[in-house]
């Protein structure tokens, strides 16, 4: 994936996205909840946030885990700016790529919500994980499984490499600890194929595809669409397939 492309699609969204990002606030509660509810009631001391966006799982995360430490990264710097409340000795931000950045060991939790569908090569970051984590840390993310966003993928042949459960536990299973793992599908409905295109741009999800579209691009796309995906109500669909995992390292 163009890394380049998908910061400044989402950089550009970042106005828009804690509005829009209707189902990724619902993941962050559930992962949050999930944090709660599997990990051990002793204190954190470091924690890593890998892809916090605008920090809608952030707080949430200050909230069940309270770290000593949490050190909070993302692709996008210009991000940096919705944390000025809570930056400081307790809370550090480090911009880059997570795939690339050099992040101190010694972690007790690295957790990311909603991200790791846009790494290149998401197993070496597990394995890198692996290797910061301290003797019998955490790693628990969400992502979304092949399902996600079907109906795009259907009319455009355009599709991130999404992964079942399945094969992402299978990967996982040599180096980690499966204590949760689970899915959910969200169906959104919108009046048009031309509001789900907004909805993905105000989101910044539409990073895997340079090339711009002409009006009879956009006119196909929208009448491609609704033959496929008008529902009873005259609404259209949109699925999200997230997918949740909490790992100890073995």
Known sequence: ???????????????SYPQA?????????????????????AKCRNALEVGCGTGLFTRMLLRE???????????CTNVQSYF??????????????????PFPAGQDLIASCSALQ?????????????????????LAFSTFGKENMREVASVTGTSLPYRSLEELSASLA??????????????MSF?????????????????????AWTRADLADFCRRYAEMFTQSDATVSLTYHPIYMILKKK
């Open 1 to 15: 994936m163009e890394k380049k492309l998908i910061r400044t699609r989402f950089s550009r969204a970042v106005g």
């Open 21 to 41: 990002a209707v189902v990724q606030r619902d993941v962050a509660r559930r992962m949050a909840g999930l944090l709660h509810t599997y990990l051990p009631p």
């Open 65 to 75: 885990v309270r770290p000593q430490h949490l050190m909070l990264n993302d692709i």
């Open 84 to 101: 000025t409340d809570i930056l400081g000795a307790d809370v550090s931000f480090c911009g880059g790529d997570a795939e690339r950045v």
């Open 118 to 138: 846009w790494f290149n090569d998401p197993e070496a970051f597990f394995e890198r994980c692996r290797r910061l984590l301290s003797e019998g840390g955490y």
């Open 174 to 187: 040599q180096h980690y600890e499966t204590v949760y793992s689970g899915e959910d599908l969200f169906r």
């Open 191 to 211: 009046p048009s194929p031309l509001e789900v295109l907004k909805h993905l741009k105000q989101t910044g999800v539409t990073g895997i595809r340079r090339q």
